[in-house]
């Protein structure tokens, strides 16, 4: 759009009035800010062209845009009136456009009157009033290569020994320095060996010594807790898109109902007339 029309010089339209400013209580989408022979091209025009810019030109001050988008629609308009025969396909493609505008204005409708705060809060409590807790796992361990420094580790900790010391000193793993410490996790987040070990041990026991693709291991359970639940304020907007999307399917099921509508039958047509771009012209 405008990378490829160009931003012309600043100042060269300056709502359609030279030297004359408009006070912003008084404009109207009608209003003229620029004509092209006959043609006259509204402010209406304008900001329908400034939603459609893409997101790069967000950050550009309406100085700018404003007048680089007239320069736009006035070099559209030139064009425009320049071509002599329009292509055949061109009430397709209104007819298209027109057909996804309208559909996207109702969507738009629905989504923002469909829910409210108190559709939100309700659905919130749906989904977690009567969720089952979730448990999650805070456990420390020790990594060696064989199964005789991994026993070697466990009888020094059976005798008195602090399990992040032994960590500390003898662990091959990355969580070595900080005595072993891996954190919360929950099911699934560990290999399989490693959480059957861990989900098996009271708080505070030790496991044997034990093999995963990783190597040797030696485990402790520090504590356990359920999964902290997210909150109404973390949900929101995941909850708003779900009710959105439940609305628009809702109405969408209820238009369908109520109006005939004729689908191909299968293999009436062939797909490969997808490829059959030749037809517009």
Known sequence: MLKYMGFMSAGLLSLGMAGTAVAQDDVTVDMVVATVGETEITLGEVLIARQNLP???AQFPNEL??????DQLVQQQL????????PESLPLILKHEERTLRANALISEIANTSV???????????????????PEYRASHL??????EAAAAKARIDEGAAFADVAREVSTGPTGPNGGDLGWFGAGAMVPEFEQQITSLEIGGVSAPFETQFGWHVATLVETRAQPQ????????????????????????????????????????????LDRVDLLR
Do not use: C, K
């Open 55 to 57: 997101q790069q030109y």
């Open 65 to 70: 845009l404003f007048d680089g988008l007239i």
């Open 79 to 86: 064009l425009a009136d320049a071509l002599e025969e329009a």
């Open 116 to 134: 409210t705060e108190d559709d939100i809060a309700a659905a919130y409590e749906a989904r977690f009033a009567d969720a089952e807790e979730i």
């Open 143 to 148: 990594l060696v290569e064989t199964e005789e």
């Open 230 to 273: 997210p909150t109404l304020e973390e949900m929101s907007r995941e909850l708003a898109a779900e009710l959105q999307e439940a609305a628009i399917t809702a109405r969408l099921e209820e238009l369908a109902a109520n109006t005939t509508i004729v689908e191909p039958e299968e293999g009436q047509f062939d797909p490969d007339l």
